[in-house]
């Protein structure tokens, strides 16, 4: 791996940890880009390469896992619950969050019991995020590659 | 009678000696162990001012600990942030020890943030290695009970 390699996954990384912290803004393709100080196709194609899943994918994914901890964890509603980790549309909150976990938030909501609170966050947050890569065998249901 | 007294090292892959200095000691204020140096090998171990134990080896990957394909390979889940939590550093005050590195320019992934178990935050060191900074809720007790 040359040092260009190593210098361009630390680019991507900045940009992923810039997802991670701020799921909740409109994040857009052109900002992360320009953390990772490439252009928009390079950035989309460069970060599916290194990470396995496009950057949309790994924003939706924070995004549903920060909204999966909401309903665990809090009484707010589904529609507040939507715009408080990012989505825009209560339609494609549902629809995304079905198609990533398995079920409906309601009927995950009604499933799952809060997380035991001595774990730190950083690992609940990294272990309970729903899989991507078609490996999870959690009873929450069976997890969409992207297409 | 235990196996063990302690922890004395703990081991931390780094893509470049001078510049973990720079990182672990320049800005985390960390202090250097030891740093003995012979040939193409350098032992260079840092920790907490004042602490003993325990000791973190900064290593370079490379040969002759391992052949270049898989130093290749170190260095690439380093960079792209796949060596989990490398450690967990405690202090007694993690609002204002987030605020003084940010200022120093530390990279930051989480800023700090009261959970139940107590105040937490998270960065990265500048080859993608995650470092948590924790002040616990048990620790904050302690601190109590022995005034």
């Known amino acids: 791996m040359s040092r260009a390699a190593e210098e361009s996954n630390r680019r991507l990384l900045r940009a992923r940890d810039a997802m991670d912290r701020g799921y909740a803004e409109p994040l857009d393709i052109p900002t992360l880009a320009r953390i990772a100080c490439v252009s928009e196709a390079h950035f989309i194609r460069t970060f599916r ?13 924070r995004r549903v896992e920060r909204s999966m901890f909401l309903l665990r964890e809090s009484d707010r ?24 976990v398995g079920q409906s938030p309601r009927a995950y909501r009604r ?6 609170g001595a774990v730190p966050t950083c690992f609940t947050m990294a272990w309970e995020r729903p899989s991507s ?5 959690r009873p929450s249901g069976p997890v969409k590659s992207p297409s | 009678m235990k196996n063990f007294n302690s922890i004395t090292h703990a081991h931390v892959w780094v893509l470049d000696h001078q510049e973990a200095l720079d990182f672990y ?5 960390l202090e250097v162990k030891a740093d ?11 920790g907490v001012a004042g602490e003993p134990l325990p000791e973190i080896v900064l290593d370079v990957p490379g040969p002759p600990v391992m ?6 390979q170190v260095r690439e889940l380093v960079t792209k942030g796949a060596t ?21 320019g530390v990279e930051f992934t989480q800023e700090a943030t009261d959970h139940g178990y107590g105040i937490d935050c998270g960065l990265r060191d500048p080859f993608g290695n995650q470092i948590r900074i924790l002040q616990p809720r048990v620790w904050q007790s302690d601190q109590a009970a022995n005034r």
Do not use: N
């Open chain 1, 49 to 61: 390469a290194t990470f396995g899943e496009t950057p949309h994918r790994y924003l939706q994914r």
């Open chain 1, 77 to 100: 509603s589904v529609t507040d619950i939507c715009f408080d980790v990012g989505f825009t549309s209560l339609g494609t909150f549902s629809r995304t969050f079905r198609e990533i």
């Open chain 1, 111 to 116: 499933s799952s019991a809060p997380a035991p």
């Open chain 1, 133 to 137: 890569f078609g490996e999870d065998s």
């Open chain 2, 25 to 29: 000691v320049g800005k985390l204020e």
């Open chain 2, 36 to 46: 003995y140096t012979r040939g193409g090998f350098r032992w260079l171990t840092v």
């Open chain 2, 67 to 72: 052949d270049e394909k898989t130093a290749e």
């Open chain 2, 84 to 104: 989990g939590v490398v450690m967990v550093l405690r202090t007694d005050d993690c609002f204002a020890t987030y605020e003084r590195l940010r200022a120093k």
